[in-house]
């Protein structure tokens, strides 16, 4: 069974930096691409970054390029969220999910396995 959990969420003040680690099992990592997703309250879910474990290709939303980065950890199985100079705006929960595209892709309709969800609010 593919299995995610995404944690290292909190509540943090405008300029502080989190980090969510991704945890991933059930499957071969290589043959994945991992995005980091978020969902603001009555906003749709938006792609903030995506990975490519076999080539290390990455992507990112303009709306994040410069202050957040994705990084894999291949020994812990792990993807990492950066996310430096935060801002009211990013308050979501922030999930990351598994595409077997092996390009980045930012789309959450490509992504079929989630994790649950973490919550991450910046306070002004």
């Known amino acids: 069974e593919m299995l995610l959990v995404e944690s290292g969420g909190g509540l943090v003040q405008a300029g502080e930096s989190l980090r969510l680690p991704c945890a991933a099992s059930g499957f071969t990592f290589d043959d994945y691409a991992i995005g980091w997703f978020r969902q603001a309250p009555g906003k749709e879910r938006e792609g903030v970054s995506c990975l490519v474990l076999s080539t290390g290709r990455t992507m990112y939303a303009d709306s994040v390029k410069g202050r957040f980065t994705i990084s894999s950890d291949n020994a812990k199985n792990t993807v990492y969220l950066q996310m430096n100079s935060l801002k009211p705006e990013d308050t979501a929960v922030y999930y990351c999910?598994?595409?077997?595209?092996?390009?980045?892709?930012?789309?959450?309709?490509?992504?079929?396995?989630w994790g649950q969800g973490t919550q991450v609010t910046v306070s002004s």
């Open positions: 999910a598994l595409t077997p595209i092996s390009i980045e892709v930012m789309d959450p309709g490509d992504f079929g396995s």
